[in-house]
């Protein structure tokens, strides 16, 4: 019997169904894609983080990006931070199941401000977002369809871009059905393609081994396909000890970062792993680039002083 297989031993009637023999097509068609992405627009496509030193990275749509961490790392409050700052170039949507909306908006205002705001420049805020930032009304786990429905809706009438998820944990899935989270995260993956957005979802790490480590991708908890699907994979680390130092009035060392970024995985480029280190500012909420925590101006230099509360 012989082991060459010819198109007439095929029966494709049977794939017409997934469309696949109308997507077959050769190298060459592909010419312009090609050459935009090496030289032209496409190269340059995406948008930036809010730190300077994390220049060259950039959240491209049609991408599935994890941020990772443990309990009260502050994942969710480095995601805010960065959702403000992508809300000045791209629409956001922002749905937190663990977050009242309102309080959502509190911690994102004062990190624009870089302060407590005045009630002048909270309406500064809203109006600079306008439509350009949309947030879920929904505490509470939430089934993963209703959730990629409001992305479907977002994405479609309102034209939002980039789509917060926050958290896996709470798109009721049983912790332990790896099969199912295989199947959401692949379903992300391809709403994410199909709505021509960048989907953020944060997950949580294991319980860690040793809180001086930083870990990787392989921490997050449950299916490995979390981080193996996805696009790219941020890692959110607290510096424990010398926070209980802060908190405890003891002696400590502020060379040291508050909170470490890795990126562990970057599909665009396939950088190698690399980390930032950031400065808390409890004043403000934000995090910041050097021990000095100067805050990053939200819309340029917005902190006019007689908009600052108690200014």
Known sequence: MSNIITLNDLDLDKYKDASVVDKLRPAHTFSPDLKDRLYGKKQFEGVSLPWQKMDGILLKTKQLSIWGGSNFSGKSSVLAQVANHIALQVPVLKMSFEMEPGETLEKMCKMAAGCKPSQE???????????????????????????MGAAYVASNILGIKHIVIDSFMRLDIAPTDYDKQKIVINNLVWLAGALDVHIHLIAHFKKPADSRNTGDRHQVSGSSAITDLAHNCFLVWKNEEKAKKICSGDEYNDDEPDTVITLDKYRSDGTKVNQWGLWFDPVSGQFCETSERRNIHWQGAVRFEDWIEGA
């Open 121 to 147: 420049f909270i309406d500064y805020y809203l109006q600079q977002l306008n439509d350009k930032l949309w947030l879920l009304d929904h505490v509470g786990s939430l089934d993963h369809e209703r959730v």
